[in-house]
């Protein structure tokens, strides 16, 4: 895959009045990403998730939909879960800290090896553009962020 290079790293954090092993629990369930995120409509583990797994992913803005692919590259239980998505360069990372209070929830999105040539074309043309994608990528992370938080505290 020909790559340009990295785009900017997204992250969004929140602390939350519970346990890191109940954090886990809740977004170890890749199945359950949807509900949090604006693009994810479903996410399809590929057998038991964990370091080494394969998941399909669908995406939807707007009238545009894609799926993906990607492979569990980091699995810690009550710590870090990381998947990387073969068809755009990106890792997708949820990490967990203790805290005095609870958890602090961090969401990150890295492209260490830079996007492919075909994912920045296909954001360019029908996503917008890179930089506004990322805009809203990083706004939608801190709202998805918020929707596990209340569903962990109710």
Request: hydrophobic share 35%; net charge positive; charged share 25%.
């Amino acid at each position: 895959m020909a790559t340009q290079p990295p785009t900017r790293p997204l992250r969004a954090s929140i602390d939350i009045a519970a346990r890191p092993a109940e954090v886990w629990r809740v977004v170890s369930d890749v199945r359950r990403t949807p509900q949090w995120s604006p693009e994810c409509t479903r996410v399809v583990p590929i057998g038991a998730v964990r370091e080494g797994s394969w998941m399909l992913g669908l995406n939807r803005r707007g009238a545009v939909r894609w799926p993906t692919v990607s492979r569990v590259v980091r699995y810690e239980p009550d710590h870090e879960i990381a998947w990387a998505v073969r068809t755009n360069g990106a890792i997708w990372t949820y990490r967990i800290e203790a805290t005095e209070d609870g958890a602090r929830l961090t969401e990150s999105r890295d492209t260490p090896k830079g996007v492919g040539r075909f994912a920045r074309w296909f954001t360019r043309a029908l996503l917008g553009g890179q930089g506004g994608h990322d805009d809203e990528l990083e706004t939608g992370m801190a709202s998805g962020l918020e929707h596990i938080k209340a569903s962990i505290e109710r």
